[in-house]
């Protein structure tokens, strides 16, 4: 989706969706940027003010969350690089995100606590199941993403779509549509005065 010819190629190659094989030296700079990572989420996590939270998120995402968007703590995320968060977004406490692959949050969007956004899945061949298969997760406008559902990797939930609570969407979900269950299925359209 996104490619910047500054990243290294790995990194490149995880926004492209393209295989990363488990014994590719590149694989150590991932490594780092978890540790990293995850020394920035226990900062987050335990922040006293708004303006401390926000610089480290910033730093977290390696760009600016715009100040209208709120992430509230405790927040976990595997990488943290590859979030990309609109304006006017809300994710609410306990949420998880492994982005690798890339999770592209559109402006408006609503997340409910304990969401899960995987962008990321492995090789099925038991001689191969480290290599990491990165797809993007992609929610759209507006659309509101209840509490305790997962999204998995290469989703798109649409324009104005509700996921409801518990839901495991495994396929995208249309604009403007009520899905829900496990899997998620689609249950009606959303009328829109």
Not at 21 to 42: G, T
Not at 76 to 85: A, L, N, P, Y
Not at 91 to 120: A, K
Not at 161 to 188: F, H
Request: net charge neutral; proline share 5%.
């Amino acid at each position: 989706m996104v490619t910047d010819q500054k990243q290294p190629r790995i990194l490149q190659q995880a926004l492209n969706g393209e295989r990363i094989v488990a014994n590719d030296p590149q694989l150590a700079l991932i490594s780092e940027m978890v540790s990293l990572n995850d020394k920035l989420l226990a900062e987050f996590n335990s922040a006293n003010d708004r303006t401390t939270a926000k610089s480290l998120l910033n730093q977290i995402t390696g760009k600016i969350v715009p100040v209208s968007s709120t992430i509230k703590a405790p927040f976990q995320t595997d990488f943290g690089r590859h979030i990309f968060v609109g304006e006017n977004v809300f994710i609410n406490r306990d949420c998880m995100f492994v982005d690798l692959g890339g999770i592209y949050i559109e402006d408006d969007v609503l997340i409910g606590p304990r969401v899960t956004l995987v962008s990321v899945n492995h090789v099925e061949d038991p001689k191969q199941r480290r290599d990491l298969l990165p797809k993007a997760v992609l929610i759209k406008s507006n659309a509101w993403i209840g509490a305790g559902a997962t999204i998995l990797p290469g989703v798109t939930v649409g324009k104005n779509a509700i996921v409801g609570a518990g839901s495991v969407v495994t396929k995208n979900v249309p604009d403007n549509a009520v899905v829900a269950g496990v899997p998620a299925k689609y249950i009606r359209e959303i009328h829109i005065d």
